[in-house]
């Protein structure tokens, strides 16, 4: 393992932010037993048709709350770059140092072969997805979790996944919380 930091970098439109998402975070922080938590709130998302308002999903993860181990990091509008797998290639270069895993809900494991070079993905850094309210199955039956089988450690090991060799991956299976992004927003409108 490098010297620096253990780092997790959470990812995602947050439109809007809630306790779910703030329950994935705290969950990777405290089971991998990383030092600080990213949020990398997404300027466009290429997967979805609408997320714009980028500085009112930006405050709703200011709303949260941050505790002082998280904090909302720009990478992504600094390097100019709009895929995960070149922004995360441009944060090792910035942060050689740092032990970077990526955070997401077990929901994105699923789609995650329509992500641009998904597998380069797997191979730049540790991958822990957490679990979230219907996808437990579907997530650990997704081409992705076929496809990394061997390479996906137990959950009881989560602690060393930042100083492993990639690709390397766990599913942590915490309290899971059922808010969604999606009923927030039907629910403002109805």
């Known amino acids: 393992m490098k010297s620096g930091p253990k780092i997790g970098l959470f990812g995602g439109s947050f439109n809007p932010a809630h306790a779910g998402h703030m329950s994935v975070a705290q969950t990777g922080l405290r089971q991998v037993g990383l030092d600080q938590v990213w949020w990398l709130v997404s300027p466009g ?12 999903r930006k405050q709703s993860v200011i709303d949260l709350g941050l505790p002082p181990q998280m904090k909302i990091n720009e990478m992504e509008q600094d390097f100019g770059t709009r895929y995960t797998a070149d922004m995360l290639a441009r944060a090792k270069l910035r942060w050689p140092r740092h032990n970077f895993v990526w955070l997401m809900g077990a929901d994105n494991l699923r789609q995650f ?4 070079n998904w597998q380069g993905i797997f191979d730049t850094l540790p991958i822990v997805v957490i679990g979230r309210p219907g996808e437990a199955v579907k997530a650990r039956l997704s081409k992705a979790a076929r496809m990394y089988s061997q390479s996906r450690i137990n959950e009881a090991q989560a602690h060393i996944l930042p100083g492993l060799c990639t690709p390397c991956w766990t599913y942590l299976t915490p309290p899971l919380n059922s808010l969604s992004s999606t009923a927030i927003r039907r629910a403002r409108k109805g």
């Open 113 to 116: 072969p329509k992500w641009k």
């Open 45 to 56: 998302n290429p997967l979805k048709a609408s997320t714009n308002n980028y500085a009112e």
